[in-house]
């Protein structure tokens, strides 16, 4: 399902309604076929006869299209498989997102949830223009009328409304050679040197999100005074830490020096910290640099989220609770979530271990669900509500040598409930199979 630019449904109408089947792919080499229904848009109807010979750019296909079902084949490789995953669910979010800049800022998340029964994935990073050997050039190939054998696989599949579309837009038989019949789009559309973890993983993570590529920079941020914060002593969570837990994330002292020199002018108040705010550098990770005014040189860092199975909630609380430091700041990014991205690339998506809750989500109903299995590395991430109407990610939780369940109990989301939840997701990696040459 589409909708328009301010959130409305538009019908299907057999009237001005034409069905094509788009090939998208990276390199030349197909990756996802994308049956779309609609029209050409006012501005490409202009320009162009149809859409032979029309460069339409891949955000292009929202003005373009009504509905869309991606098509992947009954068996296909789980490298193809993660290739279709982030062609058709990565990338068609960030057009979907930019479709719908001026429409509600929940909208886009409803849409999504309606069509793929999961939460929208969150935005990824895009940086044209630095590629190296990881650039994906998605491109659109070509846009195709359809067989009479893929008229037939594909009508069980859809809703009634697209059959009549779809049938006056096929081939005259099956032997017509398919390419040369194509409409061939050279226009090409880089998508990305680096990938931010993208979305809530639910049922089957995204992995084209999940693991992404690239170098996350590093920056540091300034935390927002805290509202409404319970005091750390005052209650005790499950997700809390212990003070060796605390000292286990503390980085080495040079690291430090060097994250202290680049946050001296961002240090705040740890009074005025909010430890509960549900998102912090990207939901990816980072460290916590404190500082004591009455003594000169004295600061300590601490890593919170990737690579490590503890939030900034906790890091942050723990570290008021056993340091009382004067100060902190936020330092996004780092040499560990560096090397964790290198990791992943030797890393696969296990389906049968990888699980999530939409909605309904408690800790005792997603532990509940998760499966027990011991994963290589374990990522859990929520979606939640900001209390300002917009959905965001919560920070990604990693652990090693475990299972999701093990790692929920120290989500802030499901443990706290502070915020409105959306969905939660777990994914489980495992080391790449490669086969023998």
Same mark, same amino acid.
């Given at each position: 399902?589409?909708?328009?630019?301010?959130?409305?449904?538009?019908?299907?109408?057999?009237?001005?309604?034409?069905?094509?089947?788009?090939?998208?792919?990276?390199?030349?080499?197909?990756?996802?076929?994308?049956?779309?229904?609609?029209?050409?848009?006012?501005?490409?109807?202009?320009?162009?006869?149809?859409?032979?010979?029309?460069?339409?750019?891949?955000?292009?296909?929202?003005?373009?299209?009504?509905?869309?079902?991606?098509?992947?084949?009954?068996?296909?490789?789980?490298?193809?498989?993660?290739?279709?995953?982030?062609?058709?669910?990565?990338?068609?979010?960030?057009?979907?997102?930019?479709?719908?800049? =001026?429409?509600?800022?929940?909208? /886009? +998340?409803? #849409?999504?949830?309606? %069509? !793929?029964?999961?939460? $929208?994935?969150?935005?990824?990073?895009?940086?044209?223009?630095?590629?190296?050997?990881?650039?994906?050039?998605?491109?659109?190939?070509?846009?195709?009328?359809?067989?009479?054998?893929?008229?037939?696989?594909?009508?069980?599949?859809?809703?009634?409304?697209?059959?009549?579309?779809?049938?006056?837009?096929?081939?005259?038989?099956?032997?017509?050679?398919?390419?040369?019949?194509?409409?061939?789009?050279?226009?090409?559309?880089?998508? =990305?040197?680096?990938?931010?973890? /993208? +979305?809530? #993983?639910?049922?089957? %993570? !995204?992995?084209?999100? $999940?693991?992404?590529?690239?170098?996350?920079?590093?920056?540091?941020?300034?935390?927002?005074?805290?509202?409404?914060?319970?005091?750390?002593?005052?209650?005790?969570?499950?997700?809390?830490?212990?003070?060796?837990?605390?000292?286990?994330?503390?980085?080495?002292?040079?690291?430090?020096?060097?994250?202290?020199?680049?946050?001296?002018?961002?240090?705040?108040?740890?009074?005025?910290?909010?430890?509960?705010?549900?998102?912090?550098?990207?939901?990816?990770?980072?460290?916590?640099?404190?500082?004591?005014?009455?003594?000169?040189?004295?600061?300590?860092?601490?890593?919170?989220?990737?690579?490590?199975?503890?939030?900034?909630?906790?890091?942050?609380?723990?570290?008021?609770?056993?340091?009382?430091?004067?100060?902190?700041?936020?330092?996004?990014?780092?040499?560990?979530?560096?090397?964790?991205?290198?990791?992943?690339?030797?890393?696969?998506?296990?389906?049968?271990?990888?699980?999530?809750?939409?909605?309904?989500?408690?800790?005792?109903?997603?532990?509940?669900?998760?499966?027990?299995?011991?994963?290589?590395?374990?990522?859990?991430?929520?979606?939640?509500?900001?209390?300002?109407?917009?959905?965001?990610?919560?920070?990604?939780?990693?652990?090693?040598?475990?299972?999701?369940?093990?790692?929920?109990?120290?989500?802030?989301?499901?443990?706290?409930?502070?915020?409105?939840?959306?969905?939660?997701?777990?994914?489980?990696?495992?080391?790449?199979?490669?086969?023998?040459?």
């Amino acid at each position: 399902m589409l909708v328009e630019s301010t959130g409305g449904r538009p019908p299907i109408t057999e009237d001005g309604c034409i069905a094509r089947m788009v090939s998208v792919g990276g390199g030349g080499e197909e990756v996802t076929q994308v049956l779309v229904l609609g029209r050409l848009g006012d501005r490409l109807t202009r320009k162009y006869s149809m859409e032979e010979g029309c460069p339409l750019e891949l955000d292009g296909l929202f003005e373009w299209a009504r509905r869309m079902l991606v098509c992947r084949p009954a068996v296909e490789s789980s490298e193809s498989a993660d290739a279709s995953r982030y062609t058709s669910q990565c990338m068609f979010a960030d057009a979907l997102r930019k479709h719908l800049e =001026g429409a509600d800022s929940t909208e /886009g +998340g409803r #849409v999504w949830l309606e %069509v !793929l029964k999961q939460g $929208l994935p969150d935005e990824h990073v895009v940086d044209v223009g630095d590629a190296t050997e990881d650039t994906k050039e998605l491109e659109v190939l070509c846009a195709r009328l359809l067989t009479p054998t893929e008229r037939d696989e594909l009508l069980p599949q859809v809703q009634s409304d697209w059959v009549p579309v779809i049938n006056k837009s096929i081939l005259s038989d099956d032997s017509s050679p398919v390419r040369e019949q194509a409409h061939t789009w050279p226009w090409r559309k880089k998508l =990305g040197v680096s990938f931010a973890v /993208g +979305g809530v #993983v639910l049922g089957s %993570v !995204l992995t084209g999100c $999940l693991l992404w590529r690239g170098r996350f920079q590093d920056d540091t941020v300034l935390l927002r005074p805290k509202f409404d914060q319970t005091h750390p002593q005052k209650t005790t969570f499950v997700d809390a830490i212990t003070e060796s837990t605390l000292a286990s994330l503390r980085t080495a002292e040079d690291v430090c020096e060097r994250a202290f020199n680049a946050s001296v002018q961002y240090l705040q108040p740890v009074s005025r910290m909010d430890w509960l705010r549900p998102t912090v550098c990207r939901s990816q990770g980072g460290r916590l640099v404190c500082a004591w005014r009455d003594k000169e040189n004295r600061y300590s860092c601490h890593s919170f989220g990737i690579p490590t199975k503890f939030g900034f909630t906790a890091v942050g609380e723990a570290i008021e609770r056993y340091l009382k430091p004067d100060e902190c700041a936020i330092q996004c990014g780092g040499e560990a979530l560096d090397l964790f991205q290198q990791e992943l690339k030797e890393l696969a998506l296990d389906d049968n271990c990888s699980t999530g809750c939409i909605g309904d989500c408690t800790l005792d109903k997603f532990a509940a669900r998760t499966p027990n299995c011991n994963c290589t590395v374990s990522i859990l991430q929520c979606q939640v509500d900001d209390g300002k109407g917009n959905i965001v990610v919560t920070g990604t939780l990693v652990d090693r040598h475990s299972d999701p369940r093990r790692l929920s109990k120290h989500s802030t989301a499901l443990v706290r409930q502070r915020h409105k939840i959306h969905g939660c997701g777990a994914g489980c990696l495992r080391p790449i199979k490669h086969p023998f040459i």
